[in-house]
């Protein structure tokens, strides 16, 4: 498929883009025209997904970096300001439910990765790539949310996604006529292959089974009954991106075959 050129000379970073959404999201900014950061901190899948896109015509760069600290977030915009100058576009998709099961089953520790993997991310990379994109007058800002906001077993992780879209329709607020734009999309189930584990030690009875409930949960409210592809919600996250929604702004965009959060 051919694509419209609609990113050309453009600088376009991509969080957590080593796998699933921002993999897809990485590939359909290249195909049309962009320069693509994919930053994440698994540094060989991130390797060789810059590999592979490569092989594919892409110009894509990997920038290996921790993006729960902030430390990481603003490492990563200032190396990519000072190797290519700007940053048109901003992808904040680091993320993802660790484990799946009922709020009181959590440890403390539990709930504190979570938000730590869900939250930070998308609060620090905002933080570190806004001075950049206020100093040029323009940018796009895409946060990653999810339906999960109104979904069984993962009361953490809605919380996080939910600190998602409120911050992106405040922040909105306080960028008003700036010339930078902030939206969040919200995906409901994709189809996705993980090449780095949710948690590293074997997966419990109790998280097989709120696995499974988040899954019958998903489809069941799914209106169009299935789960959806990672190019079906890079299309949307490009689109936002792009200045084909050069009046949208502030909004979360339910990518989710019917369902909302």
């Known amino acids: 498929m051919t694509f419209a050129k609609r990113f050309d000379n453009q600088i376009a970073v991509v969080t957590g883009g080593a796998q699933g959404i921002g993999l897809a999201t990485a590939q359909r900014l290249a195909e049309e025209g962009a320069i693509v950061i994919i930053a994440d901190r698994a540094a060989d899948a991130t390797q060789a997904t810059v590999d592979r896109l490569r092989d594919k015509g892409c110009d894509v760069h990997a920038a290996i970096f921790d993006l729960e600290k902030c430390e990481g977030a603003t490492e990563l915009y200032r190396t990519v300001t000072d190797q290519f100058g700007q940053i048109d576009v901003a992808v904040h998709n680091v993320g993802g439910t660790i484990w799946a099961k009922p709020y009181w089953d959590y440890t403390p520790d539990e709930i504190v990765a979570e938000i730590n993997r869900s939250l930070w991310p998308t609060l620090w990379c905002c933080h570190a790539v806004l001075p950049y ?5 323009h940018g796009s800002i895409v946060n990653i949310g999810s339906v999960a906001t109104r979904g069984v077993n993962r009361v953490p992780y809605a919380a996080a996604k939910g600190g998602v879209a409120a911050l992106t329709a405040a922040l909105s607020l306080e960028l008003e006529a700036s010339g930078v734009r ?4 919200a995906p409901g189930g994709v189809n996705v292959t993980r090449v780095t584990p949710r948690d590293p030690a074997p997966m419990s009875e109790t998280v097989k089974a709120g ?15 299935r789960f959806g592809e990672p190019e079906e919600l890079a299309a949307a996250i490009c689109f936002l991106a ?13 990518v989710a075959g019917g369902g909302i959060g």
Not at 211 to 224: C, I, K, N, S, Y
């Open 133 to 137: 994109m206020l100093a040029a007058g």
């Open 182 to 185: 902030v939206n969040c999309v």
């Open 211 to 225: 696995f499974a409930g988040v899954m019958e949960q998903t489809l069941r409210d799914t209106p169009m009954a």
């Open 242 to 254: 792009s200045q084909e929604a050069s009046y949208v702004t502030g909004q979360t965009l339910f």
